[in-house]
């Protein structure tokens, strides 16, 4: 490094073109570790606590940064039983209840006609998998001035997910609609006719100006 200070520069021995690599590896690293635990769809993350670092496991309150919601039992806790980047992630646990619903949200600025990108790493509970009928959603709602809804962008709902590796849902590049001004992004989970069991799990999600 002390090449790159000011009275290292000009010091005999030192070819300019090592200087060069030095400056471009220098950039690489930044890019790489401006990537490391994010998600490389989105340029910044708005999300607050994406990475569900945030918040202790036994803390019962909603995960730091995220409004929690639920038509009946909290499904949506800390755990350290799983991550794909940190030590912790979300554990969702399906409520067992016909028809019930439950989900975190964010609600944060955005700028009519930027594209954007939503995204979670999601992974079954190698212990307590999926059964029933549980289907996980990513929405965006998208409000205009007086906090009304003017269009919705979200992933088709998904039920199947790998019990050994994260896989990514997604709502790519989407367009924010005339009029909208602020976003609310959400992870929901509902069940079925008959409710669903088991659990899975989220970690790294990220909403921002796609890429
Ligand atoms: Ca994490």
């Given amino acids: 490094m002390r090449d790159d200070q000011p009275g290292g520069a000009g010091r005999a021995g030192i070819p300019k073109v090592r200087r060069e690599v030095k400056a471009v590896l220098a950039v690489v690293l930044a890019l790489i570790a401006g990537s490391v635990g994010a998600q490389p769809d989105v ?15 036994k803390d019962p309150a909603p995960p730091d940064g995220w409004q929690r919601y639920t038509t009946s039992k909290i499904g949506a806790f800390i755990t350290a039983d799983a991550s794909q980047s940190g030590k912790q992630c979300l554990r969702f646990s399906a409520q067992g209840i016909p028809r019930a619903f439950q989900g975190l949200t964010q609600r944060m600025e955005i700028v009519s006609g930027e594209k954007y990108t939503f995204v979670a790493s999601v992974m079954n ?7 029933g009928v549980v289907h996980l959603q990513l929405c ?15 992933t088709s709902p998904q039920q199947t997910f790998s019990k050994t590796r994260w896989t990514q849902l997604m709502v790519r590049k989407v367009k924010a609609p005339p009029g909208a001004v602020c976003a609310v992004v959400g992870i929901h989970l509902y069940e079925g006719e008959r409710g669903g069991k088991g659990s899975l799990f989220v970690d790294d999600m990220a909403f921002g100006l796609a890429r």
């Fill in 43 to 57: 340029s910044t993350n708005f999300l607050s606590n994406w990475s569900f670092e945030a918040s202790s496991p």
């Fill in 140 to 154: 965006i709602e998208w409000l205009n001035a007086e906090g009304r809804e003017v269009f919705r962008n979200f």
């Fill in 125 to 131: 509970d190698p212990a307590d998998p999926l059964k």
